[in-house]
């Protein structure tokens, strides 16, 4: 059987990935599924360099977050397929010289979902404080002398933070509930997540090893 | 009507300024002073190379080093060898004026020239605040190109002194390219790190902090030129090595001094070079010759055009954001050459080049020309042409946050995808940076504090200055909002929020800052007070006041050293703003204060800690303290009295305690106050400063 599987090759050429990086990435698939169809959660435990990544396990998450799948359904995926792990790649694709303003901006969207699927680890379409808080504990998580207090005093900081941007003033009585997908996107208005959240799988060569 | 700075670059309207004193030097018949080349090589270049690599944001750099580097090193050898060669053929055909200037002379000049210059550029590129990727592009090929043109023009240089020149000579200047640049950013970094090093012992005398970094950083410089390496680039180098390491190390006010002197004499050397170009016009002796300038002008632009397009096609095909035309029209149009040019071409001598004149000529046409057409329009054709501008992001938290996230995530995808690539490369420097080298340069314990944390340390401090400093003025800081740590978790109890740890040298930093700018504040409270003082049937009423204040002074000896309890109490200025923002009725009379007189505290509006003046015992709404006895005193606590006169800035209508529980400001973090001292001054209101 081909690199592709059973799965039908027009779904994949919409992802405007070149057919020399689908042979690469399904190189990669072979060795990180130990040539099984299906890679689970335990099969990213291979990869060495994964283990200094302080949210290494949001993103192995990410991998099987039903939502980022594109599927309808919600929760986790036990097991991941091949064009399912291309999906996943597909958030990461450079953007195009050619796309138009409408193109630029649902790109943009997606990406900016995808990274909100990963704060909000619910499912529940708000990323609350309590939510806010272990991600900045995840991304603390490689200093273990530090006291947990820290990393919640920033989160507290930075979701006031989010509160005024989004909802500007606020009374002593109103409550902010969480980050909607909509203060989200105006958090990041500044930045262009376009241009940075991109990785370059064009490179053939460097494949790194696994256990 | 517009005004002039928004049409001419100030460099344009120094160089004026410069032609007009040089030509009325001459005219009263002295001699006017040449813009010699060691002045400018030894004192005026360095400072304004040291302010651009100190404060060179790093990310970009890194990030377009690829494309910086092809332009630095692959432009400037294309534009030497393009100009020089046709200046050459120019030559042959120009007539009898022009035929003796050799090969080797006219590749000479071609390197001369055809470096973009750092001054320039900075000049006119910060008035147009143009987006970070363009202006880093411009700027760094113009700080990487003086390696290239170091080596062409001491190459070129000792070749002409040549009777001969061999194959192996060329290719030992090709080596020589490798061996100066690599050597003056091993200079730079050997620098950098004897720096951070040093800075780490200087937590007892932090008056000399700055000085090290710029000695060393001069010393840098010169030693690197010495050997006749790249100078600019042991600069660069050294500045952005020691930086993360001295910024961790050094106090806040060494951070500020070292940022205003290195702006302050970045601005006069450039001011100086201007005007001493515009002199050195007039004094200098010239020889034009028009076929020559013509041509050196003409082929200097279309050089400087077919470079970066050719260039351009081949760098995008390696880069995933790619270079749009607009952006490589602006990349063209922003080589403005200057003053470095003119002194190279100053050094030449006389007895090897004997045109010198005529180099001199051409060469400050060319300046003239790029600085001044060049420099005038590209403002309008920015405009013209939409060119993305400078986007103004406030750096937040959040924003931090968010940037940390990212670079994890796209390290980890780059793992899983298997490819080793930019971030691969960048996080594991970073991990050998956080596991060995921190420890070797960092004093005590900064060297284990995650970027994150540092980053909120810094900002925290920052809006605590912020706020101090602005409270004099009476106006909120339209950075405070409302919102507080209730609206986002309404369980939570008023006072649980703690903070970072913060070690003893940044909170007696944070309290000298507050101490200083309170001592500021009463003085000026002070001369309010003897106006606005209602006498004598109040007396009473002040000396009770006194008394008691007394005897909170004598509570506060005893809640001194909560501050160095481990945090737990510790308020940050941004959560006490924060409360006080959400509560700004949180003043009230208290029971007999309706017999003090109503004291116009203008300036000190509720959110500054210099309206501390009255200590009153109430100790609810505190619920955080360590339990101490029932008089206990929360610190200086804030109590405002409504401003009466109409002349006051009625920023917060006062109205009566409807927010629960007494609320009060709390000044926590504020220092513990002025050493207690006797009331018998007699200063009724204001406790006496140290």
Redesign the interface.
């Known amino acids: 059987q081909g690199p592709l599987g059973s799965a039908p090759v027009t779904s994949l050429l919409s992802l405007a990935v070149t057919s020399e990086q689908i042979e690469h990435l399904h190189r990669r698939f072979k060795q990180l599924s130990q040539d099984q169809l299906t890679i689970r959660k335990e099969n990213f435990d291979s990869i060495p360099d994964l283990e200094f990544n302080p949210i290494r396990g949001k993103i192995v998450h990410a991998f099987f977050d039903k939502r980022n799948l594109r599927q309808e359904s919600d929760g986790l995926a036990d097991e991941i397929n091949f064009e399912d792990f291309l999906t996943i790649m597909s958030y990461f694709r450079p953007i195009e010289m050619n796309m138009d303003e409408e193109q630029l901006d649902r790109f943009r969207k997606e990406k900016l979902k995808f990274l909100f699927h990963m704060y909000d680890s619910d499912h529940d379409g708000k990323i609350t404080l309590q939510e806010y808080r272990n991600v900045v504990e995840e991304l603390l998580s490689g200093n273990p002398h530090l006291e947990k207090e820290s990393a919640r005093s920033i989160a507290d900081g930075a979701m006031m933070e989010a509160a005024s941007i989004c909802v500007g003033q606020m009374g002593p009585d109103q409550v902010y509930e969480g980050i909607t997908f909509e203060d989200f996107l105006k958090m990041w208005q500044g930045i262009d997540i376009e241009t940075k959240m991109h990785v370059r799988f064009l490179n053939v060569d460097t494949i790194a090893h696994c256990y | 009507i517009p005004s002039v700075s928004s049409i001419v670059p100030e460099s344009c309207l120094l160089i004026v300024v410069g032609l007009l004193v040089g030509g009325l030097i001459k005219g009263v018949g002295e001699k006017p002073p040449i813009l010699k080349s060691d002045i400018f090589f030894l004192f005026l270049l360095p400072p304004i190379i040291l302010d651009a690599g100190y404060f060179l944001p790093l990310r970009q750099f890194t990030e377009n080093l690829g494309t910086i580097l092809i332009f630095a090193v692959v432009g400037t050898l294309w534009n030497a060898f393009f100009l020089g060669g046709l200046m050459y053929a120019v030559c042959q055909l120009g007539g009898p004026g022009l035929n003796h200037i050799g090969l080797l002379a006219n590749l000479l000049f071609g390197s001369i020239i055809s470096a973009v210059d750092p001054v320039a550029v900075l000049a006119v590129f910060e008035e147009i605040h143009i987006n970070e990727l363009l202006h880093i592009l411009v700027f760094g090929e113009s700080l990487l190109n003086d390696a290239v043109t170091v080596v062409l023009y001491h190459l070129f240089e000792e070749f002409a002194t040549f009777e001969q020149v061999t194959i192996i000579d060329i290719i030992l200047g090709f080596l020589s390219f490798f061996v100066v640049s690599l050597g003056g950013v091993l200079v730079g970094v050997i620098y950098g790190v004897i720096t951070a090093f040093t800075s780490r012992f200087t937590s007892h005398i932090r008056v000399i902090e700055p000085l090290f970094v710029f000695l060393y950083s001069y010393m840098a410089y010169l030693s690197a030129e010495l050997f006749h390496l790249s100078g600019i680039m042991a600069l660069i180098a050294a500045g952005v090595v020691m930086r993360p390491y001295v910024e961790a190390n050094i106090s806040h006010k060494s951070h500020t001094t070292i940022k205003y002197f290195l702006k302050m004499w970045s601005s006069v050397s450039e001011t100086l070079i201007f005007i001493f170009l515009g002199v050195s016009t007039v004094a200098g002796h010239h020889y034009w010759n028009w076929t020559f300038v013509i041509s050196t002008l003409f082929f200097c632009l279309v050089a400087r055009v077919l470079g970066v397009l050719v260039l351009t096609w081949f760098i995008n095909k390696f880069r995933?954001?790619?270079l749009?035309p607009k952006d490589q029209f602006i990349i063209a149009y922003g080589g403005l050459r200057g003053a470095i040019a003119f002194s190279l071409g100053y050094l030449l001598d006389y007895k090897h080049f004997g045109m010198r004149d005529m180099f001199l000529t051409a060469i400050i046409t060319v300046i003239f020309f790029t600085v001044f057409v060049q420099g005038m329009t590209i403002r309008p054709l920015v405009d013209l042409l939409a060119v993305k501008k400078k986007?103004?992001?406030k750096h937040?938290?959040?924003?931090e946050?968010?940037?940390?996230?990212?670079d994890?995530?796209?390290?980890?995808?780059?793992?899983?995808?298997?490819?080793?690539?930019?971030?691969?490369w960048k996080?594991k420097l970073n991990?050998f940076n956080k596991k060995y080298v921190k420890k070797c340069l960092i004093a005590g314990e900064r060297s284990?504090e995650?970027q994150?944390?540092a980053f909120?340390h810094k900002m925290e401090m920052k809006q605590a200055i912020e706020l101090v400093e602005s409270g004099g003025i009476g106006k909120i800081p339209s950075a405070v909002?409302?919102?507080?740590?209730?609206?986002?978790?309404?369980k939570t109890l008023p006072l649980e929020?703690?903070?970072?740890?913060l070690s003893k040298d940044k909170e007696e930093e944070i309290r000298k800052i507050l101490r200083t700018n309170l001592q500021k504040t009463r003085q000026r409270l002070r001369s309010y007070n003897r106006h606005t003082l209602v006498a004598d049937p109040y007396e009473e009423a002040w000396n009770q006041m006194l008394l008691r204040r007394q005897k909170a002074r004598q509570l506060e000896q005893k809640m001194n050293n909560y501050l160095t309890v481990p945090?737990?109490r510790l308020d940050?200025p941004?959560m006490s703003r924060?409360r006080i923002g959400?509560?700004p009725l949180a003043y009230e009379p208290k029971g007999d204060s309706e017999n003090l007189p109503i004291i116009t505290i203008d300036p000190a509006s509720p959110q500054s800690p210099e309206s501390v003046d009255l200590m009153s015992e109430e100790p609810k709404g505190c619920s955080g303290l360590p339990p101490s006895p029932e008089e206990d005193e929360e610190g200086l606590v804030m109590r405002v009295k409504e401003p009466s006169s109409p002349g006051t800035d009625d920023v917060f209508t006062p109205g009566t305690g409807d927010?629960p529980s007494n609320q009060r400001m709390l000044r926590c973090l504020s220092d513990p106050g002025p050493r207690p001292e006797p009331e018998e001054e007699g200063e009724p209101f204001i406790p006496k400063g140290q």
């Open positions: 995933i954001v790619k749009t986007q103004e992001t937040s938290i959040n924003e946050i968010h940037t940390q996230f990212l994890h995530l796209l390290t980890g995808i780059e793992d899983i995808c298997g490819h080793y690539g930019h971030h691969h996080d991990r284990k995650p994150l944390i909120y909002s409302t919102v507080s740590i209730q609206n986002i978790n309404p929020r703690v903070l970072p740890a945090a737990h940050s941004t924060a959400s509560d927010s």
